[in-house]
């Protein structure tokens, strides 16, 4: 014998499925995060890492900030400091120091945090070991602010092919993702994920990519052309 259904309930529960049924899936849009004025960094702060420097095949090429690179001008590659910011670089294994503008982006291995031209290599006796630790000390931000963008570097490529599949990946798992590439006599392809707009928020990113998806080395970098 089958239970009786009460008439009202009966009709309820049709709805519900009836309605269930028929609902459609929406996409919701994904939206980049907002340009946001990220204070710069204080005069003062201090960061510790390696340092390596750069000067062939870059030299007379475009640096990021669209300045012609010189490697024998005192300039220097940072991942997230503004343009124009002044460092004074010291080579904490003979305590010798440089003072560098950052006119562009780098360096792109994991472990390092500055990559400095020829000449402020020179300045601080490192061009024969290549890396070398040092203290970056900020001595003077630049005289316009710049609306910020940040993103996780979470590979970086020789061949486009492998650089574009990454790229896939990261906007399916994060929403966002881009490649950029870094000129020279072997074009390099930088996959970066995710549009922040703090280094602390991207920086949160990161530690969810290395999680996710085992990317020991995706660190936080600055999008200057978001």
């Known amino acids: 014998m ?3 259904v009460p008439r009202r309930a009966f009709l309820a529960a049709f709805l519900v499925a009836f309605l269930a ?3 459609k899936k929406t996409k919701v849009a994904r939206h980049q995060r907002p340009l946001a004025n990220v204070p710069a960094p204080k005069v003062g702060d201090v960061e510790s890492g390696i340092a390596s420097w750069y000067g062939h095949p870059y030299h007379g090429r475009q640096a990021a900030n669209g300045e012609i690179y010189d490697m024998e001008k005192l300039t220097a590659a940072h991942r997230t400091l503004p343009f124009n910011t002044w ?13 560098v503008r950052i006119t562009d982006r780098g360096p792109f291995i994991g472990n390092r945090i500055i990559d400095l031209s020829h000449a402020a290599a020179q300045k ?3 061009l024969g070991s290549g890396i070398t630790p040092v203290k970056l000390l900020i001595i003077a931000n630049p005289a ?4 910020s963008v940040f993103a996780v570097q979470v590979g970086l490529f020789r061949n486009h092919d492998n650089a574009l599949r990454l790229e896939q ?3 399916t798992r994060y929403g966002a993702a881009r490649i950029v590439e870094r000129e020279g006599s072997v074009p390099m392809y930088r996959v970066l994920a995710g549009t922040e707009p703090t280094p602390q928020s991207a920086e949160v990113l990161a530690v969810r990519i290395r999680s996710d998806i085992s990317v020991p080395e995706a660190f936080v970098v600055r999008l200057d052309k978001p």
Do not use: Y
Request: with cysteine; aromatic share 4%.
């Open 2 to 4: 089958w239970p009786v």
């Open 21 to 23: 049924a028929c609902r």
């Open 87 to 99: 460092v004074r670089v010291e080579n904490v294994s003979n305590s010798m120091t440089v003072d």
């Open 124 to 126: 601080i006796a490192m």
């Open 144 to 147: 316009v602010p710049e609306a």
């Open 169 to 171: 990946q990261m906007q």
